[in-house]
């Protein structure tokens, strides 16, 4: 089983920046690949990133493609989605998530351990 805590939400105006983490416990992470998806009110959830379990190999969706970046600490069991130049649109609550398979993979059923996730808020 893997425990999965998000942290890093918040407030930000349009333009800003925001690093979400999300840290696992019980088993390690590194046996995992890891992503992050958010979810706004009504709508399903969307995938934004993905990285694999050495963090050698990172994929990104098409919601902040050239605006977040993925990084892991293994030795930290925590992964980080730095989002850049945040726009309204951003706002959501953002979840992490890790998954047994061993592609990289975007849809939620792939996964198997879900944090409670973080709200994400952009004034404009």
């Known amino acids: 089983q893997v425990q999965l805590v998000e942290s890093g939400g918040g407030v930000v105006q349009a333009g800003g920046s925001l690093r979400l983490s999300c840290v696992a416990s019980?088993?390690?992470?590194?046996?995992?690949?890891m992503a992050w998806f958010r979810q706004v009110p009504g709508k399903p959830r969307e995938f934004v990133a993905g990285?694999?379990?050495?963090?050698?190999?990172?994929y990104y969706g098409r919601s902040l493609t050239g605006r977040c970046t993925l990084s892991r600490d293994n030795a930290k069991n925590t992964v980080y989605l730095q989002m850049n130049s945040l726009k309204p649109e951003d706002a959501a609550v953002y979840y992490c998530?890790?998954?047994?398979?061993?592609?990289?993979?975007?849809?939620?059923?792939?996964?198997?351990?879900w944090g409670q996730g973080t709200q994400v808020t952009v004034s404009s």
């Open positions: 990285i694999s379990q050495s963090g050698g190999s990172g």
């Open positions: 998530a890790a998954t047994r398979a061993t592609v990289l993979v975007t849809t939620t059923s792939s996964y198997d351990y």
């Open positions: 019980g088993r390690t992470t590194s046996y995992y690949n």
